[in-house]
T-cell receptor, first 115, second 116 residues
Framework: GAGVSQSPSNKVTEKGKDVELRCDPI?????LYWYRQSLGQGLEFLIY????????KSGLPSDRFSAERTGGSVSTLTIQRTQQEDSAVYLC?????????????FGPGTRLLVL | QKEVEQNSGPLSVPEGAIASLNCTYS??????FFWYRQYSGKSPELIMS????GDKEDGRFTAQLNKASQYVSLLIRDSQPSDSATYLC????????????????FGKGTLLTVNP
């Protein structure tokens, strides 16, 4: 596809359940980011994958959150034992880096609602 | 802690006026600077990138970069109601603790309202 895709687009779950959110980045993009955005708030950085380097997990809010990126492409963000405060839009972005310059493109997001 | 600061607004301008959005950043080693526009309920979309000191113009948008002052701005000329959105400044900053992989850091955004 031409852009970053995310699935599902919407997810409603019950408190305590686990959820998996998927991101398909633009082919060839070396870096991938996950962000969280609560209603009316700014982007909250969660995790950053860059090539084969160890991911920067400094933004993950708790050990219930984890992410992996398989084969340098598709990424999955997993939230275990979801809580109501996890309700937000989860955005994925992929970045093409060349010559010290980069361009980041966002997916449409997954809207997560924890009841 | 690397930071990117923006006034949260809201910034309100009349239609046809120039809207000026400002951003400061803390990492002097930053190399790339971006402005994103986010409409309510939508994902951010890239509207401008700038890498060198000075001005860069694209249509009604002008990005201005001053690395010495660690300051980047976005000017929107002839503002239209359709420009009403949150504008996010993003800076490519070195990861906390050093390392060679630069990470994109976003400000919290400035809400712009253009009144007809």
């Amino acid at each position: 596809g031409a852009g970053v895709s995310q699935s599902p687009s919407n997810k409603v779950t019950e408190k305590g359940k686990d959820v998996e959110l998927r991101c398909d980045p633009i082919s060839g993009h070396t870096a991938l980011y996950w962000y969280r955005q609560s209603l009316g708030q700014g982007l909250e950085f969660l995790i950053y994958f860059q090539g084969n380097s160890a991911p920067d997990k400094s933004g993950l809010p708790s050990d219930r959150f984890s992410a992996e990126r398989t084969g340098g492409s598709v990424s999955t963000l997993t939230i275990q034992r979801t809580q109501q405060e996890d309700s937000a839009v989860y955005l994925c972005a992929s970045t093409h880096q060349r010559g010290g310059r980069e361009t980041q493109y966002f997916g449409p997001g997954t809207r997560l609602l924890v009841l | 802690q690397k930071e990117v600061e923006q006034n949260s607004g809201p910034l309100s301008v009349p239609e046809g006026a120039i809207a000026s959005l400002n951003c400061t950043y803390s990492d002097r080693g930053s190399q790339s600077f971006f402005w994103y526009r986010q409409y309510s309920g939508k994902s951010p979309e890239l509207i401008m990138s700038i890498y060198s000191n000075g001005d860069k113009e694209d249509g009604r948008f002008t990005a201005q970069l001053n690395k010495a002052s660690q300051y980047v701005s976005l000017l929107i000329r002839d503002s239209q109601p359709s420009d009403s959105a949150t504008y996010l400044c993003a800076v490519n900053e070195r990861p906390y603790g050093g390392g060679s992989n630069y990470k994109l850091t976003f400000g919290k955004g400035t809400l712009l309202t253009v009144n007809p």
